[in-house]
């Protein structure tokens, strides 16, 4: 076969399967032989079956507290019109479900909420995957001599995401899991919600909008004496340090800070 023709086939093939505009669809069963099981439509339309379910199922290994809440039945709808709508285009399905959560936004605009809950739940795909980083340890800073504190540059590992999802959304996700892992629902998540990743475990908690201020601060970068100044506004001074102490102690044991 000419290597024009092998093209156009895949092409065709290509289209008829995935829905992408590459080649002619409708001349896909052209390239197909049919016999008495079934004829060359109907094969195409076979490929193109498993090629949507194949796609559901990595949605749902995706968003698998959605699919939960919505149930076997809906949740596939929803993966198939999604897919239907915007089909794959990067050759790995592990990008399949970024524009999910929009999609959602748009097709159910009455129930924000799912739509929210995939936001976190890409969020939580997202930080997976980044980069392994050294952490600034508990042991650290218990070494480092008080009069440095202040000077002390703090910075935020690459493997976190914020997202502004409420109270009602985290407890949504906590709802929808199996129960032993979740975590309590959230007392204030005026912030939203900070997913990160420490070693291989993906976390997620609600933020308060102080924290989440101070957060944003050290993901650009900032100093332990910054984040005091922060927290200096409204507060006396012991309170302003006893807060940011107790924040950096619970940055650093969860893993959120670079060393």
């Given at each position: 076969?000419?290597?024009?023709?092998?093209?156009?086939?895949?092409?065709?093939?290509?289209?008829?399967?995935?829905?992408?505009?590459?080649?002619?669809?409708?001349?896909?069963?052209?390239?197909?032989?049919?016999?008495?099981?079934?004829?060359?439509?109907?094969?195409?339309?076979?490929?193109?079956?498993?090629?949507?379910?194949?796609?559901?199922?990595?949605?749902?290994?995706?968003?698998?507290?959605?699919?939960?809440?919505?149930?076997?039945?809906?949740?596939?709808?929803?993966?198939?019109?999604?897919?239907?709508?915007?089909?794959?285009?990067?050759?790995?399905?592990?990008?399949?479900?970024?524009?999910?959560?929009?999609?959602?936004?748009?097709?159910?605009?009455?129930?924000?909420?799912?739509?929210?809950?995939a936001r976190l739940e890409w969020?939580?795909?997202?930080?997976?995957?980044?980069?392994?980083?050294?952490?600034?340890?508990?042991?650290?800073?218990?070494?480092?001599?008080?009069?440095?504190?202040?000077?002390?540059?703090?910075r935020l590992v690459g493997a976190?995401?914020?997202?502004?999802?409420?109270?009602?959304?985290?407890?949504?996700?906590?709802?929808?899991?199996?129960?032993?892992?979740?975590?309590?629902?959230?007392?204030?998540?005026?912030?939203?919600?900070?997913?990160?990743?420490?070693?291989?475990?993906?976390?997620?908690?609600?933020?308060?909008?102080?924290?989440?201020?101070?957060?944003?601060?050290?993901?650009?970068?900032?100093?332990?004496?910054?984040?005091?100044?922060?927290?200096?506004?409204?507060?006396?001074?012991?309170?302003?340090?006893?807060?940011?102490?107790?924040?950096?102690?619970?940055?650093?044991?969860?893993?959120?800070?670079?060393?």
């Open positions: 076969m000419p290597p024009e023709d092998l093209a156009r086939l895949e092409a065709d093939l290509f289209a008829a399967i995935t829905g992408l505009p590459v080649g002619d669809a409708g001349r896909a069963a052209a390239h197909v032989v049919g016999d008495g099981r079934g004829s060359a439509e109907r094969r195409v339309q076979v490929y193109a079956a498993m090629y949507r379910l194949r796609v559901a199922e990595a949605l749902e290994s995706q968003f698998p507290r959605l699919a939960r809440l919505l149930g076997p039945e809906a949740f596939g709808a929803a993966a198939v019109a999604y897919v239907a709508e915007a089909p794959s285009r990067h050759p790995s399905l592990r990008e399949i479900g970024g524009g999910f959560a929009a999609w959602l936004a748009r097709d159910r605009p009455r129930d924000s909420r799912l739509a929210w809950l969020a939580r795909v997202e930080v997976f995957d980044r980069a392994d980083e050294d952490v600034l340890t508990v042991e650290a800073l218990r070494r480092l001599p008080p009069e440095r504190f202040a000077a002390l540059p703090l976190h995401r914020f997202v502004d999802a409420d109270a009602a959304v985290l407890d949504l996700w906590r709802r929808s899991g199996e129960g032993a892992e979740d975590p309590p629902a959230e007392s204030d998540a005026s912030g939203g919600a900070l997913v990160w990743r420490q070693d291989v475990s993906v976390y997620h908690r609600g933020l308060g909008a102080a924290e989440r201020g101070a957060l944003e601060a050290l993901a650009a970068g900032t100093s332990f004496g910054a984040v005091c100044d922060r927290l200096a506004a409204g507060r006396s001074d012991e309170e302003a340090g006893a807060q940011a102490f107790a924040w950096l102690s619970t940055w650093a044991m969860d893993g959120l800070l670079r060393d």
